[in-house]
């Protein structure tokens, strides 16, 4: 069992930063896969990024590339997502997820642990 707590999002300006942290709970955290995900209201949770169980690779959507930066520290049970140059179009509850796997997966229903989220507004 794994339990997620998000923190770090708020409210910032179009090209600001934000950084997302993710705790984790559980002494198996380093075996999995890691994945963030955001949703907007009356659109499903979408695929932002992912992490493998060790760290080494890293997945991204197309909107976020160049732009946000996934991590991980195992020592700490937490992931992190950092979010560079944001935009309006980045407004959204994002969420962190565990996958059973050491690999990243970009589908939601691939993810066994979910954390509450976390809103990220971005104002223009």
């Known amino acids: 069992q794994v339990q997620l707590v998000e923190s770090g999002g708020g409210l910032v300006q179009a090209g600001g930063s934000l950084r997302l942290s993710c705790a984790a709970s559980g002494r198996t955290f380093s075996s999995y896969a890691m994945g963030w995900f955001r949703q907007v209201p009356g659109k499903e949770r979408a695929f932002v990024g992912g992490?493998?169980?060790?760290?080494?690779?890293?997945a991204y959507a197309d909107s976020v590339t160049g732009r946000f930066t996934i991590s991980r520290d195992n020592a700490k049970n937490t992931v992190y997502l950092q979010m560079n140059s944001l935009k309006p179009e980045d407004t959204a509850r994002y969420y962190c997820a565990a996958r059973g796997s050491r690999f990243i997966r970009s589908r939601a229903n691939e993810y066994d642990y979910w954390g509450q989220g976390t809103q990220v507004t971005v104002s223009s």
């Open positions: 992490i493998t169980w060790d760290g080494l690779g890293t």
